[in-house]
């Protein structure tokens, strides 16, 4: 069975950093695609970031670059999303999310790429 579990969500003042993990079981996350996602109130679910097989290529968001850095550690089957200068616009659920890409060029950045799902974990970016 699959399963993606996010942790490291916080409340964090503006400015402030977090570094949110996702630990991957039943699957081995070095064939697969990583991608973060985020839903704040009242608004739906968009991309923020992705890695490949290997995560040596990102794709970010607009809103995440140069903020924001995905990175994998797949012999720990575990990704992670380090977040920082927060604003109060990245308050929201951050969702994880495993694609079974073709190859290692693969940064999917479209909820429908992706085959699992974590259940999210809450950021709260305060003054």
């Known amino acids: 069975q699959v399963s993606l579990v996010e942790s490291g969500g916080d409340m964090v003042q503006i400015g402030g950093s977090l570094t949110l993990s996702c630990v991957a079981s039943?699957?081995?996350?070095?064939?697969?695609?990583i991608g973060w996602f985020r839903q704040a109130p009242g608004k739906e679910r968009e991309f923020v970031a992705s890695?490949?097989?290997?995560?040596?290529?990102?794709y970010y968001a607009d809103s995440a670059k140069g903020r924001f850095a995905v990175t994998k550690d797949n012999a720990k089957n575990t990704a992670y999303l380090q977040m920082n200068s927060l604003n109060g616009e990245d308050t929201a659920v951050y969702y994880c999310?495993?694609?079974?890409?073709?190859?290692?060029?693969?940064?999917?950045?479209?909820?429908?790429?992706?085959?699992?799902w974590g259940q999210g974990t809450q950021v709260t970016v305060s003054a």
């Open positions: 039943g699957l081995h996350l070095g064939r697969y695609a």
């Open positions: 890695a490949s097989w290997s995560g040596v290529r990102t």
């Open positions: 999310a495993a694609d079974s890409a073709y190859s290692d060029y693969d940064t999917p950045a479209f909820e429908s790429e992706y085959d699992y």
